[in-house]
């Protein structure tokens, strides 16, 4: 007889292989999209792609409005644009391509739209939207150049690769080590006419799948850096992508990778990533834009009125300068302190003058970081240089200290608010008639060229090059011959002529505010505010404030040291402020 002490044994591998089974089957119920999904994409995500062309404005809301559904889910846009160059000079994109994770790529035919409608801006400028492709900031500075739109959170999928030790090559090889996929790269599709009256089948697979590929890239990658079970994978939901890849947004690859690699060591952001390359070294970034300064910003030297009284901090140089000049006297050494031997035109007041008095800490005001600073200017110059006098003396409030990764960032936030700008107050920022101060005339440097060509290289040029260079000078000068004297002339034409349309940017912005738009005081607390607001500064100085200028015109008015025009061009209520010193002149 058999054993009846083996059937509980049995019976019990049984049952637990029974309930494994069942844990796997509904694991695979709840999770069978997501497990479909990547079976799909492991074989070709690019079988599931969903072209469509827009050509119009209807056409182009409507489909915008399903890549923000498709967005609510997975905020991630595959993003690339397409253009054409004619004679070596490169014209507006004529096609910008968006992909969803869903496997909508979106067309859009800038050079048919002709503008970038309001709601196709509102989803590339939505910071919370991450766009991402191979060199996408590229992309981002063409459409701003062209189309005045500031594409917010771009993000290199190179910086992906290396996080997760794969090669951080181009969209095609990266393409066929991470999905296994063969991306079509035929420069003659590439260079083709992105702007024909129709695309080709050729060309709608090419634009489509260069978005598609970018998207499904990220998907991979990222699943990968966060190294989660797939049971724990959900394409609904891109919760800590925002978080973790902020260093990296907005940032190019080439310029910017050693650089963030220090910082994500030095932080403890992320584990340490081998370099790219046998000989690549870790190296400090260099940009042409953003200048570091050598030394301190900050002396915090002391300056004091005749009576003891202090004034203000300065800096060492102009503490040095009041001294040499026998305007004041040192009567400390530290820290270094001056004593001006004439009544300063004022005195701290307030809490404008406490700013003033109070020293100032000599690291970055957003991260803390007291190394690479460089000034920034919270109002831009281009604003400020067309503030009154009044208005442009003592700034250093709306001067602070910013390490080269944030001077960046912000420099990308300021250009957001520069297009605002430019469409509130129609002040073109970008490429456009109104944005050029001179038109040129082709024609006429047509001639001017053949004209110099004949004067420095004759000899030297073919004899149907020169028969074809005289033919120019004859047609525009309507001679028989042309002289020595026609050549010279020529030679001297001005190839450009006044634009009558000109508009200066930052001069038409402070026009506007002065005259229209509530006064300067409006313009600068937008500026301030929109600091505070992108960069969420930590250690900004003490007393530092969005109503700093204002309050100290104020503070002046009652103290009869400003003009009434200043005061109406900085937008304060004069009438109140008159009303104010009329009473006090009848207390005194």
């Not at 069978?32 to 995500?45: D, F, K, M, T």
């Not at 800490?361 to 957003?366: F, K, L, S, Y």
């Not at 700034?395 to 990308?412: A, E, G, K, P, R």
């Not at 349309?501 to 402070?510: I, R």
């Amino acid at each position: 007889m058999p054993d009846s002490t083996k059937y509980p044994i049995v019976t019990a591998k049984t049952a637990l292989i029974a309930t494994a089974g069942i844990g796997l089957l509904c694991i695979f119920v709840r999770q069978r999209a997501r497990i479909l999904s990547l079976l799909s994409s492991y074989r070709n995500p690019l079988n599931k792609r969903q072209i469509t062309v827009i050509d119009n404005l209807d056409e182009c809301q409507r489909v915008v409005d399903t890549l923000k559904n498709h967005c609510q889910a997975y905020k991630v846009l595959g993003f690339d644009c397409e253009w054409v160059t004619v004679g070596g000079t490169r014209r507006p994109v004529a096609l910008l391509q968006l992909s969803s994770s869903k496997g909508l790529c979106a067309l859009f035919r800038l050079c048919n739209l002709r503008q970038i409608p309001q709601g196709l801006r509102d989803i590339l400028e939505d910071d919370n939207v991450i766009k991402v492709g191979v060199c996408p900031q590229d992309d981002a500075q063409k459409l701003s150049l062209d189309y005045g739109v500031g594409v917010a959170s771009t993000f290199d999928l190179r910086f992906l690769a290396a996080l997760t030790n794969q090669p951080a090559a181009g969209l095609a090889k990266m393409a066929k080590s991470v999905l296994n996929v063969d991306l079509e790269k035929s420069w003659r599709t590439a260079c083709s006419d992105w702007e024909a009256p129709a695309l080709s089948e050729k060309q709608l697979r090419y634009a489509a799948d260069d978005a598609l590929v970018a998207v499904k890239i990220f998907e991979k990658l990222f699943d990968k850096y966060e190294q989660r079970p797939f049971w724990k994978l959900s394409s609904t939901q891109l919760v800590s992508a925002q978080e973790k890849l902020e260093p990296f947004l907005d940032m190019r690859f080439k310029d910017t990778f050693a650089n963030q690699l220090v910082k994500m060591k030095t932080s403890g952001i992320s584990k340490i990533i081998p370099p790219i390359g046998k000989k690549a070294k870790q190296k400090s970034v260099q940009t042409r834009s953003i200048c570091t300064r050598a030394k301190a910003l900050y002396d915090n030297c002391l300056l004091q009125a005749p009576d003891g009284d202090l004034l203000c901090t300065i800096d060492a140089k102009k503490a040095q300068w009041y001294v040499a000049q026998n305007l004041a006297a040192t009567v400390a050494t530290n820290p270094l302190t001056v004593r001006l031997n004439f009544e300063p035109s004022g005195r701290a007041v307030g809490d404008v003058g406490r700013y003033y008095q109070t020293p100032k800490e000599n690291r970055c005001v957003v991260c803390g970081r007291d190394d690479a600073l460089s000034r920034k200017n919270v109002v831009p110059r281009e604003y400020r240089k067309y503030f009154p006098v009044i208005m442009k003396s003592h700034t250093s409030h709306d001067v602070l200290l910013l390490c080269t990764h944030c001077h960046q960032l912000s420099n990308i936030y300021d250009l957001r608010m520069r297009m605002k700008l430019a469409q509130k107050c129609d002040a073109p920022f970008v490429k456009s008639e109104k944005a050029a101060k001179y038109i040129e005339l082709p024609e006429i440097k047509q001639v001017q060229s053949a004209a110099r060509a004949l004067l420095q290289i004759k000899n030297n040029i073919p004899a149907e090059r020169r028969n074809k260079l005289m033919e120019i000078l004859l047609n525009y000068f309507q001679q028989d011959e042309i002289t020595a004297e026609i050549l010279e002339e020529a030679s001297n034409l001005h190839t450009t002529r006044n634009n009558e349309n000109y508009c200066n940017h930052g001069e038409k912005v402070v026009e506007m505010y002065q005259n229209e738009l509530g006064g300067l005081c409006v313009l600068e607390k937008m500026w301030r505010q929109h600091f505070l607001e992108t960069m969420k500064p930590k250690y900004l100085p003490e007393l530092w404030s969005v109503d700093h200028n204002a309050d100290r015109l104020e503070i002046r008015a009652k103290e009869g040291r400003v003009e009434k025009e200043d005061l109406i061009v900085a937008g304060l209520d004069t009438a109140k402020l008159t009303e104010t010193d009329e009473d006090i002149g009848k207390l005194a």
